[in-house]
């Protein structure tokens, strides 16, 4: 009965240095419970519209406490030695989507990037807190002198692999007015969100089918994915869950966008992919 009498202490002891840890495990340094963290790949090939010619790339550490304040780390690598950071900003869209900045990371001001990073923290107010902690579709864009618009960028909840911003022009008859553009996004579960937008369409004209075609430039194939069946998808963000054999085809094989109408029921435009 004795010996049963000193472990219980021993075991009471234990107890409470461990409890402590394990709920320490959960706090950051200064001692405030993490809500929700992000990692995010930033990359100039997410940008819409196209950055050309640039080859910076850059990563987001991003971390939400239960006080509403989001702490960040912003940086890009292989900048130009003629361009200079100048703003970083959560915007709300998808991953081919332009959408508006909801919350101002560095503002140039309060806070600016030195070189090619920035860190700092800043207080949210409830809509921006559950758009950080809920997975919506928002992005961080990092913004230059050069490029205004968004150097690098990444999406929140999801890992893009694959980004192609295509350009459509008229094949049928050149003298037609017709431009456009397909923006395609893959992300690491072969999840494809696209969006077609077209401009200039002829009066009396209905834009019809858009698709992805096997072909080799000037060369028509069949079509392996679907992307659009009417006129009112178009300009409309859109996903599809890829086969295997589908991605493969998007990643390595001659594979091009065509859109069809009414009037051009053939290919009123193309875009070669690959």
């Known amino acids: 009965m004795r010996k049963l009498e000193i472990k219980y202490p021993v075991i009471k002891l234990l107890i409470l240095i461990l409890i402590p840890v394990a709920i320490s495990c959960q706090k950051d340094d200064d001692d405030k419970m993490t809500e929700k963290e992000h990692n995010i790949e930033l990359e100039t090939s ?14 987001a550490n991003l971390k939400l406490y239960e006080d509403s304040t989001l702490s960040f780390k912003i940086s890009v690598s292989d900048l130009s030695a003629d361009d200079q950071l100048t703003v970083a900003q959560i915007h709300t869209g998808g991953p081919v989507d332009v959408g508006s900045p909801v919350i101002v990371l560095v503002d140039n001001s309060a806070i600016k990037f030195n070189g090619n990073s920035a860190s700092g923290t800043v207080k949210l107010n409830s809509s921006q807190f559950n758009a950080v902690k809920n997975d919506g579709d928002f992005y961080v864009n990092v913004h230059s002198t050069k490029l205004p618009l968004g150097l690098v960028r990444g999406q929140l909840n999801k890992t893009i692999t694959y980004a192609q911003n295509i350009d459509l022009t008229a094949m049928s008859n050149p003298l037609r007015p017709e431009t ?14 696209y969006k077609v937008s ?50 493969n085809f998007l990643l390595t094989s001659p594979v091009y966008i065509s859109v069809s109408s009414e009037q051009v029921p053939g ?8």
Not at 46 to 59: A, D, L, Y
Not at 202 to 209: K, Q
């Open 198 to 247: 077209v401009n200039n369409l002829t009066e009396g004209d209905m834009l019809t089918s858009a698709q992805i075609n096997v072909g080799a430039s000037g060369v028509e194939g069949p079509s392996i994915i679907s992307l659009y069946s009417s006129f009112d998808e178009y300009g409309t963000a859109k996903s599809t869950d890829l086969t295997g054999s589908q991605a």
């Open 46 to 59: 997410q940008e819409i519209p196209t950055v050309i010619n640039r080859n910076e790339k850059g990563t």
């Open 267 to 274: 290919e009123l435009l193309r875009g070669q992919i690959r």
């Open 180 to 193: 456009g553009t397909a923006i395609l996004r893959m992300d690491k579960d072969s999840t494809l969100f």
